[in-house]
């Protein structure tokens, strides 16, 4: 990828990361319970641990219809999916230092954050009793 569309590219992965949070803003004015009701480090706390039960300890959400709590993950799962992109995108290409070494593994965790909020979501909308 040339330099122009990285630029591109990261620009438009920065609009994506505004609109996710203009969602997050009108559905928290609307009182909606979405992931910025959640103490976030709890989330990614329960996400580290599936055995919890998705909303536990979540605050405002965890009476949540199942749709409302799939919402939330889904959204949070946007953020850090983005926030990767972004910092792949950020990196310069072909780096092999030991701190890019140590960047992938926080690239690779923040990954599969992404991916069991993903998880989360499904698991609200497939097992409503989870909660």
């Known amino acids: 990828m040339d330099a122009i569309d990285r630029q591109v590219t990261l620009d438009l992965i920065r609009a994506a990361a505004e609109a996710v949070e203009k969602v997050e803003a009108f559905l928290q004015a609307a009182q909606f319970a979405t ?34 709590i799939a919402l939330s993950y889904c959204l949070l799962s946007l953020r850090y999916t983005l926030d990767v992109s972004r910092l792949i995108l950020q990196r310069p290409l072909n780096a092999h ?24 979501s499904a698991l609200a909308l497939w097992d409503p009793t989870v909660h």
């Open 97 to 120: 230092s030991q701190e890019a070494v140590h960047q992938n593994r926080k690239l690779a965790d923040d990954a599969k954050m992404a991916g069991r909020a993903a998880y989360l």
């Open 35 to 68: 992931t910025t009701a959640f103490d976030v480090g709890l989330a990614a706390e329960l996400m580290l641990d599936e055995r919890n039960h998705v909303g536990d300890g979540a605050g405002a959400g965890a009476q949540a219809n199942p749709e409302t």
